[in-house]
């Protein structure tokens, strides 16, 4: 069974920074490419980042590009989410995301961590 362990969330003030860490253990055969989304209260979820299965192309939501950067060890390793300049708006639980398949034969699947709460405050 595959498990996800995300950290790093907390309090944070606006223009303050926070990294969070998505760890992945099991029967992982391949890694596809890493997301990272985030639920504000009261809103759906959204997309905030991904890493392709490369390592090597990333993308952004608008409303965090500049601001976040997506990285990660290798594309069986830990992934981080790397965040500066937080706004009140970024508040939200936080989610990775990965794409793993567990054996040779096995199409590759998204998997939800627990969640991470990051609360920002002026």
């Known amino acids: 069974q595959v498990v996800l362990v995300e950290s790093g969330g907390g309090a944070v003030q606006a223009g303050g920074s926070l990294r969070l860490s998505c760890a992945t253990s099991?029967?992982?055969?391949?890694?596809?490419?890493l997301f990272w989304y985030r639920r504000a209260p009261g809103k759906e979820r959204e997309f905030v980042a991904s890493?392709?299965?490369?390592?090597?192309?990333?993308d952004y939501a608008d409303s965090v590009n500049g601001r976040f950067t997506v990285l990660r060890d290798d594309p069986l390793g830990t992934g981080y989410l790397h965040m500066y300049n937080f706004k009140p708006e970024d508040t939200a639980t936080y989610y990775c995301?990965?794409?793993?398949?567990?054996?040779?034969?096995?199409?590759?699947?998204?998997?939800w961590g627990q969640g991470t709460q990051v609360t920002v405050s002026l």
């Open positions: 099991g029967p992982i055969w391949s890694a596809g490419g």
């Open positions: 995301n990965p794409e793993v398949a567990t054996t040779e034969s096995d199409a590759y699947r998204q998997y």
């Open positions: 890493i392709d299965y490369k390592n090597q192309i990333t």
